[in-house]
Structure formats: structure tokens, C-alpha cells
């Protein structure tokens, strides 16, 4: 066990949330929050992905960069956490992987849920085992600006019918923010100001990460 979670509890509810959190900004954050309160989690640990195979290094920020922001943005609040699993490992962790390890520390006390997007979603059965990861968790799918639920529905909905019972929709105040546009604004010299937490904000400027 790589991260703090207290052991005796009893009934435990658990979201992950799966990411590369290169970096992590706010629309991660409230949609882990959101999903923490409407399903009535007990604690939602943020999952960094590993590195990925040597040749795709160059289009990801190294690991331990994203593992220490994603730390944090989420250190003032008591019922999240960072896991450096998949970070640590030192293959390709699958989700499918990393759902098992959780399953097996906790046995039938644990209700396990995978936090997304509704993008990320859509790509589900291109998954390792995905039908083997639907058995062993549910999902939540969080609203995402451009990719609209009842789409989604429709397209899971006739293709696969055993994806769409276990994913729970969950709406959040909309936020048309990536990744992708918090880098680029740091490439072009633009303010991430609150879009990301202000620690997160001067770690990147610290480390000169995203800049061309
Ligand atoms: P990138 O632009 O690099 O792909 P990203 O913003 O999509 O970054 P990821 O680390 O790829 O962030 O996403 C982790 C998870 O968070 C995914 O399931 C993704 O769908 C979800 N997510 C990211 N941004 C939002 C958002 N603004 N609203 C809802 N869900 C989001
Ligand atoms: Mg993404």
C-alpha cells in the first residue's frame, strides 16, 4: 500500500480517479469533489498514470512532475489522496490492473468507483479487459463541455448495453478546461491563474514545465 488510507474502517466507499494530471487543474478537482458528495465516498485517490514506453516520453511531463502537483492541489483536502501505484510500477499499468490490487486489499467491505469524464468514457471498451473492469467496478462519468450525456447514452447505450448500466452520469458545473489548454497558455506566456491551484501555478513556473 503506497498512500494513507485508514484501515478499519468497515464499509468502505472509494473513488478513483484516473489521470495524467499533466497538470492537474480545476475541473479534475471539482468533479472528484462532486462525485465524493453525491455518491457519498469515503475518499477519492487521484491515480497519476505511469510513464509511458521510452519513445512517448517526450509528450508527457515526467511522472514524478505530475505526481507532486497532483499532491499539491489536493493536500487541503482531508478526504483525497495521491497514489504513486501506477507511477511506481514498473510496467504499463491498466486500469483493470489497478482496479484488482484495490479489490484485493479490501475485500467485499469495499465499493469501488472509477471517476472520468464523459470523454473518457467513450473509449471504454478500447480498455484492457473492460469487461472484466465493469464487473469489478462501477464508473462515474462526469459531464465534460463538448460531449453531451444523452449522446454518450445513445452511442454506449446500442453498442453496448453492458457498459451504460454500471457507469453513473454525473453532472458538474460546466468547465471547458484540458490540460492541453493550461499548457498551451503557459507555452504562450498566458496566466493559468485559477484554473489550477495557486501551489500548482508556481510549481510549474518553478520548474519551467510547458514552456517552449
Ligand atoms: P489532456 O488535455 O492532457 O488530455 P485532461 O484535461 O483531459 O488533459 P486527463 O488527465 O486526461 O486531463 O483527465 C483525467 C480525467 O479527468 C479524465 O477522465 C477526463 O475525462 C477528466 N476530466 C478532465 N478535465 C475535465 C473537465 N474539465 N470536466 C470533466 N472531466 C474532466
Ligand atoms: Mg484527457
Not at 487521484?46 to 497532483?70: C, Q, V
Not at 462515474?140 to 452511442?155: D, H, M, Q
Not at 448495453?161 to 453513473?168: A, M, S, W, Y
Request: include cysteine; hydrophobic fraction near 40%; aromatic fraction near 10%.
Amino acid at each position: 500500500m503506497r498512500f494513507l488510507l485508514p484501515k478499519d474502517e468497515g464499509e468502505l466507499s472509494i473513488g478513483i480517479m484516473g489521470g495524467t494530471f499533466d497538470p492537474i487543474h480545476i475541473g479534475h478537482l471539482v468533479t472528484a469533489e462532486e462525485a465524493r458528495r453525491q455518491f457519498n465516498l469515503n475518499h477519492v485517490v487521484f491515480m497519476p498514470t505511469g510513464n509511458p514506453p521510452h519513445k512517448d516520453r517526450t509528450r508527457i511531463t515526467d511522472a514524478e512532475h505530475r505526481y507532486l502537483m497532483t499532491l499539491l492541489a489536493v493536500v487541503d483536502n482531508p478526504f483525497f489522496t495521491v497514489s504513486r501505484m501506477e507511477i511506481d510500477s514498473q510496467d504499463t499499468t491498466y486500469t483493470v490492473d489497478t482496479v484488482r490490487h484495490f479489490t484485493k486489499l479490501y475485500n467485499s467491505k469495499l465499493t469501488l468507483y472509477f471517476i472520468t469524464g464523459a470523454d473518457a468514457i467513450l473509449d471504454i471498451t478500447t480498455w484492457k479487459d473492460y469487461k472484466m473492469l465493469l464487473k469489478s467496478c462501477a464508473f462515474i462519468a462526469a459531464s465534460r463541455p463538448g460531449y453531451s450525456f444523452s449522446k454518450l447514452k445513445v452511442i454506449l447505450g446500442d453498442a453496448f448495453p453492458e457498459v451504460i448500466k454500471r457507469v453513473h452520469l454525473l453532472e458538474i458545473p460546466a468547465m471547458a478546461i484540458s490540460s492541453t489548454f493550461l499548457r498551451r497558455r503557459v507555452a504562450e506566456g498566458k496566466t493559468i491563474r485559477y484554473l489550477t491551484p495557486e501551489s500548482v501555478e508556481q510549481y510549474i513556473y518553478k520548474n519551467r514545465l510547458y514552456v517552449r
